[in-house]
C-alpha cells in the first residue's frame, strides 16, 4: 500500500544518506565528519522510524510482537537513539568512538525493513534464515571431518614431507601441527587450491594419493551436497511456511 512504498522510499533515501556519512567520517579518528545536513537527515530518519514503530503497536498492539521484523524495527530504533545519548557524552576519546562507530553499523539493520515492504524479498530473507541453521550445523560436521584428517596427517604425513623440495615454506610445514594441517585441508579440500603443497609428496610417495583424494571426495562429493540438500530443503520449507501465512491473512481479511 502506499504506507508501505512511501517507508521504503525513506528507507532507499537513509542508505543514501548513510553512504555519505561513512564516506564523510572514514578520514576522521577521533571526531565525527558529519556535516550538519547529514546529521539532520539522521535525526529525520530515526523520528520517521519511531513514529512508524509507534503507530504500528497502536495499531496491531500486542500482535505487533508476533513478528520478527517489530523486533528488528526495535532494534533500528534503539540503537539510534543510543548513538544520539552516547556521541555527545563520549566525545573524542577513541573507546568512545569505537563504540559509536559498532551503533552506526547497527545502522546497516535498516535495510532489512525495505526487505519488509516486498513480500518476495521478505520470503528470501525468511527462507535463507531458516537455512542457517543447516549451513551451522554442516560448517561443524566439515570441521569435525576436516579436524580429523589433520590429526592423521600431522601423524602419517609430516615426517615424509618436511624432507622434500617444496617451492612455498608454507608447504614444507603444512602438516607440522594440527592447527597448520587443519589449515591446509580448509584451503585444499574446500576452496580447492594448493595442490602444489602435495604434489612433490605424492610424486614421491604415492598412496598418499589415496588420503587426499578421499578427504576431497568426502567434502566435495559428499558433505558439500548433503549440505546443499538441506539448506534447499529448509529454503522450501521457509516458503511454504509463508505461503502459508499469506493465505491466512487473506482468509482473515475475507472473514472480515
Not at 143 to 168: C, M, P, R
Request: glycine share 6%.
Amino acid at each position: 500500500d502506499y504506507f508501505d512504498t512511501a517507508i521504503g522510499l525513506v528507507i532507499v533515501a537513509n542508505v543514501g544518506v548513510m553512504v555519505f556519512d561513512t564516506n564523510a567520517n572514514a578520514e576522521c579518528q577521533e571526531t565525527t565528519c558529519s556535516g550538519l545536513g547529514l546529521i539532520v537527515m539522521s535525526y529525520f530518519f530515526l523520528l520517521v522510524y519511531t513514529l512508524e514503530l509507534l503507530a504500528r503497536l497502536s495499531v496491531y498492539q500486542c500482535d505487533a510482537f508476533r513478528s520478527h521484523w517489530t523486533y528488528a524495527d526495535f532494534v533500528v530504533v534503539l540503537s539510534g537513539y543510543v548513538e544520539l545519548v552516547l556521541e555527545p557524552i563520549v566525545g573524542g576519546s577513541l573507546n568512545g568512538m569505537d563504540i559509536i562507530k559498532v551503533l552506526r553499523m547497527v545502522r546497516l539493520s535498516r535495510t532489512i525493513k525495505f526487505v519488509g515492504c516486498f513480500p518476495s524479498l521478505k520470503g528470501i530473507i525468511e527462507g535463507f534464515a531458516s537455512a542457517m541453521v543447516a549451513m551451522l550445523w554442516g560448517g561443524l560436521a566439515m570441521a569435525g571431518l576436516l579436524l580429523t584428517f589433520a590429526i592423521v596427517a600431522v601423524e602419517l604425513v609430516h615426517s615424509y614431507n618436511q624432507g622434500l623440495d617444496h617451492e612455498e615454506e608454507f608447504c614444507k610445514l603444512a602438516f607440522r601441527d594440527v592447527q597448520t594441517s587443519f589449515l591446509f585441508f580448509i584451503q585444499n579440500a574446500v576452496i580447492g587450491d594448493r595442490w602444489s603443497c602435495i604434489t612433490p609428496l605424492i610424486l614421491e610417495h604415492w598412496y598418499f594419493a589415496l588420503l587426499f583424494l578421499s578427504v576431497f571426495c568426502l567434502v566435495q562429493l559428499g558433505l558439500m551436497n548433503l549440505i546443499l540438500t538441506a539448506v534447499v530443503d529448509e529454503a522450501q520449507k521457509a516458503r511454504e511456511r509463508d505461503t502459508e501465512d499469506r493465505l491466512a491473512d487473506l482468509k482473515a481479511a475475507e472473514e472480515e
